[in-house]
């Protein structure tokens, strides 16, 4: 009898702590939640901050809730629920966020959707409609208190948009083909044969073929794959 209730008891707080290990995982990941969504998610590429990996020229791998915000076409960082820009770009090799590549690119970052001998990228970029633009950024003394963004050198300002105002986002994003280093805007075909003309002919027919649009990136992401492999 003794041995069946201790028994018994070791079988209670087994199956109390299994319950109490559920319910903190329950809490904790319904905190980061809270923590990660974004209050106007319109105005990012991505409707939450997720683990991304800024990867430094020096090699140095640095792991932050990562988003990318249209408006200001820059990178940004969220910590202690505050959104910090990634100022600090010429430092900056890569940034991965949820298996996508982006590159610096002056201030901003863009979209890489194919490396090759000719490689497209995507500018994510949108103008604020309505309400007009604040005046959205500035600085905080409250980044001096955190010694890890101190010690990162990546951003000082923060991002100030109302939370409960109204976005209304125009579009504005570009696709560029970069080739021989030089880089093409493509908002039509006349761009695109002008940044490739040495397979005009195949590319029509491909275009005709496929009715792909200029102004899709998807579309023009196999267009551009499809131009590269006629090269080898």
């Known amino acids: 009898?003794?041995?069946?209730?201790?028994?018994?008891?070791s079988l209670y707080y087994k199956v109390f702590r299994v319950v109490l290990i559920l319910m903190l995982l329950i809490i904790a990941l319904n905190l980061q939640a809270q923590l990660d969504?974004?209050?106007?998610?319109?105005q990012f590429v991505f409707p939450e901050f997720s683990v991304g990996v800024v990867k430094m020229k020096t090699g140095e791998k640095i792991i932050l809730n990562l988003n990318y915000n249209?408006?200001?076409?820059?990178?940004?960082?969220?910590?202690?629920?505050?959104?910090?820009d990634i100022v600090n770009t010429d430092a900056i090799d890569t940034v991965y966020i949820q298996e996508v590549k982006?590159?610096?690119?002056?201030?901003?970052?863009?979209e890489v959707l194919?490396?090759?001998?000719s490689s497209l990228f995507y500018q994510h970029a949108g103008d604020l409609k309505k309400p007009s633009r604040p005046a959205a950024y500035g600085g905080t003394t409250?980044?001096?208190?955190?010694?890890?963004?101190?010690?990162?050198?990546?951003?000082?300002?923060?991002?100030r948009m109302e939370k409960n105002k109204e976005v209304v986002i125009e579009e504005k994003s570009v696709i560029w083909i970069r080739k021989s280093?030089?880089?093409?805007?493509?908002?039509?075909?006349?761009?695109?044969?002008a940044a490739l003309p040495d397979k005009k002919e195949e590319l029509k027919q491909y275009i005709r073929k496929n009715q792909v649009k200029i102004d899709n990136p998807y579309q023009m992401t196999d267009l551009i794959k499809y131009y590269n492999g006629l090269l080898r």
């Open 70 to 84: 249209v408006l200001t076409e820059k990178m940004v960082f969220k910590q202690k629920n505050r959104i910090y």
């Open 1 to 9: 009898m003794f041995l069946f209730i201790m028994r018994s008891k």
């Open 181 to 193: 280093n030089s880089m093409y805007a493509v908002t039509d075909k006349k761009h695109l044969f």
């Open 37 to 42: 969504t974004v209050s106007n998610p319109a």
């Open 102 to 110: 982006f590159v610096p690119m002056g201030k901003a970052f863009y």
């Open 142 to 159: 409250e980044v001096s208190s955190s010694t890890y963004i101190n010690n990162l050198r990546l951003g000082n300002d923060v991002y």
């Open 114 to 117: 194919v490396s090759g001998p």
